[in-house]
Every structure is written in C-alpha cells, then in structure tokens.
C-alpha cells in the first residue's frame, strides 16, 4: 500500500469514528438517516455538478445503475448501524460492524476479484481482525439484556459493509466513475428510497430534526467526505488492503465511546485496538 493511500485512509477512518459518535449519540430513528441522506445530497450538489463540467463527465446508464446499486446497499447499511446504536453501545456495535466488513470484503476480493495481497499484507490484515474480536467478546456483557440484539445488528451491519465496498471499488476502479459522484448518486438515491418512510413517520422526522439538527448537519458533511477519501484510494488500491486498513476506525470509535460517552471495558478494548494499530503498520509495509 502506497504512503498516499494510507493518509486517505487513515483521515477517513478519523472523520468516520466521529461520524459515527454523532451518530450514536443522536440514537436516532430511520428518519434520522432520511435526513441525513437529503442534507448530504443538498450540501454536496454544487461541487458534483462543478466536476461533473469542469471534467466533462458524462453520466451514462451504467453510472446510473452502478449508484442505485450502492444507494440500495448503503441504505440498508445505515437503517441497521442505526437500530444497533439505538440496540447497543458505540464500543460494541461499532467494532462488530467495522470488524466484519473488512473480514467478509477481503476474503469476496481474493476470491471473485483475483487480488492477492503480500503476507505481510495478510499479516496485517488478520491482527486488525483479530483486535476487533478482542474488542467484541466480553462473555459477561454479551449475556445482559437486549446485548444480544445489538450483536445481530452489528454483524449484519457488517456484511452490508462488504457489500457495498466490493460493489463501489467495481464502480470506481473498473468502470471508473468518479468517487464524489458516485457517492453524491447514492445520497440521493438514499434519500429517495427513505422518502416513503419519512412521509409515513413526518412527525418522527420532524422531531428528529428539532432534536438533532446540529448531528444531522454534521453528518451530512462527514459522511460523504470520509468515504470519498476511501473512495479514492480504492481507485489505485486492492479492496484487500483498503478494507482492513478502514478499520483504525475502530482504535478511534473505542476511546470516543469509552471516555466520551462512559461505555465499560476500556482496557480490554484498548488492547484490541493496538493490535489493529500493527495491522495497519503490516498493510503499510505490505
């Protein structure tokens, strides 16, 4: 992995961790993901359509086909993340989710893509992995009431993970649309699959606007400039790499949830965490 993609995914993973403690502490309805989707649409308009002149792209059927697939993906990813924070805490949900994308996605690329990483890349990949089962199996707090619902949630969560990130590097890498307007079609495509939910819960959708407007806006804008950078360096970099190295994320997520919100178990998850920290110094080098 080249050191270009690395800072790209390493300034993702910052802006992705804090997203999702927006996230998680507005704990908020589907609704909330509606709104999140239609502010990002809206606010990332007028430099998608900058690019789209300035580097005269042309939007053709199989772009449009390629961003309804990842809105349909995303959509579902974000509807789940969502029902697991409202499940379970930030420092469970979120390295499940985190720790089962990269897992399911590198495995799917070695397979059906014909990567094939270095094993210092393998190396790398396994102890960001393993850190993020570290992080997952308190026994004790997987017994407690309603734990294990937020485990389900974090683990499908996961496998939409995978699934989206296979289908956009296909998008980005083989049929090269450009990753800001791939990412603003799936805003919008978002926005336009959740309308029907938030005209059927208006009043949901209002009082998650009054109560969380600030983490909406917020999130709007982190949302789509974090995963542009991974977007990015999916444009020039095997999934096998980049899906696991996202996952530094999950060293951030941990100390927000632990010492920002007050969630248990830090040293455990801290230790978890290091190994992801030398997973992605073997992806690196690698």
Known sequence: MTGWALTLILAASVIH??????????SGHATFTWLVAVLSALLYTPVTITV????????NFVAIGLMAGSAALHTAYFVLLNQGYRAGDLSLV??????TGPLLSSIAAILFLGERPSLVALGGALLIIGGAVVLTTNLAQLRQAGVQQAVLYGLVTGL???GYTLWDKQAVSHFAVAPLVLDWGANVGRAFFLTPLAVKYSDKAVAEWREHKYEAIACAILI???????LTALQFTPVSYVAPAREISILIGTIMGTRLLGEADAARRLAGACAM?????GLAVG
């Open 277 to 281: 920290v030398l997973g992605v110094g």
């Open 52 to 59: 789209i002149e300035v580097w005269e792209i042309e939007i």
């Open 94 to 99: 979120y390295p499940l989710a985190r720790g």
């Open 17 to 26: 961790a804090t997203w999702n403690f927006l996230n998680k502490r507005a």
């Open 160 to 162: 939409f993970i995978a």
């Open 224 to 230: 789509p400039l974090a995963y542009i950078l991974v």
